[in-house]
């Protein structure tokens, strides 16, 4: 093969078939051993000559346009990738040096180290195959979520020769980026595309192999503009129908029997505002259904939750039955308070007002328990514009979720988006209402992870065998959380 595309061994792995486990890859070394955390975490994806069974969508998205403009290229298990005299190698980036959100607020908080996701991903450059193909000329191109944080390390991409690294939508550009690396040209070190240059839908081919645990894209984009983001920067497209019908198919012929619908707001699907289009998100979710067993969502919003909640009860109907008992979604609360809500994120809570966000919250979690939609929530702790009455607005609506059936994920917040400017939040930084807030989280998150996990893991007979050791891991926070006197 003449291109190989490949990531860090955090990445290539299914977590189980459980994508929230893939958090655990930000975490740093911690009271479990390396190998048993591992195990748990980010177990080795199933592969077959070196061609992994499921890979990150992203790669699969590049691999399948590098097939579409005929070149010979395919994504292989990092340990595998000298087995292929490539004279390119595509390397897909998420967290690359572990200043991501999760990893920056557990790297913060529990002082042991670097995180897993960056020790992997050096870990890539430091081994036998990267520098054997380096060695016989190969070419380094790097791209995804997480290029941005080559900009604040640029020796890293001269120690290891990381010929280009590519940060933006690359739909357009793999097909002559390539070839002229194929071709031993000179590549250009960081190329940078603005939102208005993103892929139109027909420029993004569907992919032509299996994608972790199923997911798929439907659409790209958010119109919430939430000046801490770099996805509402980019254009807003939906993907037809027949265009996720075929990535279904594409998962189900390699085996799959589960999907992630990917979107910014899954309840947004179709809808040019931020009005939920009913009709739309049903017929969705019933298009995945037809073909898979298990169908949850990536991410919604609180705000279009509360806007159409028929919507989450009809998709229960849909959703539910004897394979499937709830599903789940990652979801931005954020704060607590209108005022930063305003400052910071101007159309989070529309259609409604700022000032009536947290009560959008309480109502949207009512409709989600009550629908059996469990998910995933985060708070941004250290706002640059976050004020002492802002923390106390969102400690009194944490209060006020005590019966809401989630996660509560406190986050320090990472410079991005059009706050790009500003400095990372650090853990030395804290004051005493956020470590109120943390420790609020903490107690949430306890009491709901021991009977989340009770649903998390029953789908499966394998569940079954791995269940205690989560149930392990919880008791060990537990038991540290004790230890420090913020459990009772
Ligand atoms: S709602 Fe989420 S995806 Fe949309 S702009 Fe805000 S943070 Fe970004």
Redesign the pocket.
């Known amino acids: 093969m003449e291109v190989v595309l490949t990531a860090d061994k955090t990445l290539m792995s299914n977590h189980h078939g459980k994508e929230f486990l893939g958090f655990g890859t930000s975490a740093p070394p911690n009271w479990l051993p390396e190998w048993l955390f591992r195990y748990l975490f980010f177990p080795r994806i199933k592969s077959n000559n070196g061609f992994p069974w499921q890979a990150p969508y992203g790669l699969r998205k590049i691999e399948a346009k590098l097939i579409d403009a005929g070149i010979d290229a395919g994504v292989v298990y990092p340990d595998d990738i000298a087995n292929h005299n490539a004279k390119v190698i595509g390397i897909y980036v998420m967290d690359p040096f572990g200043w991501g959100p999760s990893s920056t607020t557990f790297a913060g908080i529990m002082k042991t180290g670097m995180p897993y996701n960056a020790k992997y991903f050096e870990l890539l450059f430091k081994s036998n195959a990267y520098k054997k193909l380096k060695k016989q000329g190969a070419k380094t191109i790097i791209g995804g979520p997480g290029v941005w944080q080559f900009k604040y390390n640029m020796e890293f991409a001269s120690r290891y020769k990381i010929d280009c690294i590519y940060d933006g939508e690359a739909e357009k550009d793999v097909p002559w980026l390539f070839k002229n690396a194929l071709d031993g040209k000179e590549l250009p070190q960081y190329i940078e595309k603005m939102p208005k240059e993103a892929p139109s839908l027909d420029e993004i081919p569907e992919i032509k192999k299996a994608s972790v645990n199923g997911l798929i894209e439907i659409g790209r984009g958010?119109?919430?503009?939430?000046k801490?983001?770099t996805?509402?920067l980019r254009p807003l497209r939906w993907y037809p129908y027949e265009k996720i019908e075929k990535e279904l198919l594409v998962n189900k012929k390699y085996g799959l029997d589960a999907t992630i619908l990917h979107g910014?707001?899954v309840m947004l699907y179709g809808s040019s505002n931020v009005i939920p289009d009913e009709e739309k998100v049903l017929k969705l979710n019933e298009i995945a259904k037809k073909y898979m067993k298990n169908v949850t969502w990536s991410?919604a919003?609180f705000a279009a939750v509360a806007t159409k909640p028929k919507i989450i009860e009809k998709v229960a109907e849909v959703i539910i039955d004897e394979n499937q008992k709830w599903w789940g979604a990652e979801m931005?609360i954020?704060t607590g308070s209108p005022e930063l809500v305003k400052k910071a994120?101007p159309a989070?809570a529309k259609p409604f007002k700022p000032k009536e966000y947290p009560e959008i919250v309480k109502q949207a979690a009512g409709v989600m328990t009550d629908a059996g939609m469990i998910p995933a929530c985060t708070l941004i702790v250290g706002l640059p514009q976050e004020t002492d009455d802002d923390v106390i607005k969102t400690i009194e609506l944490m209060d006020d979720l005590k019966d809401f059936k989630s996660l509560i994920v406190p986050l320090f917040f990472v410079p991005m988006g059009k706050l790009k400017n500003k400095d990372w939040f650090r853990e030395e930084q804290m004051n005493e209402l956020q470590k109120e807030l943390l420790i609020k989280c903490l107690q949430h998150d306890i009491k709901w992870a021991k009977n989340i996990a009770n649903e998390y893991f029953q789908e499966r007979k394998k569940d079954i065998l791995i269940k205690p050791l989560y149930h392990l891991f919880i008791k060990i926070i537990e038991w540290q959380g004790k230890k420090k006197k913020v459990l009772e």
């Open positions: 958010c119109p919430r503009g939430c801490f983001c996805v509402t910014e707001d991410h919003s931005g954020e994120m989070k």
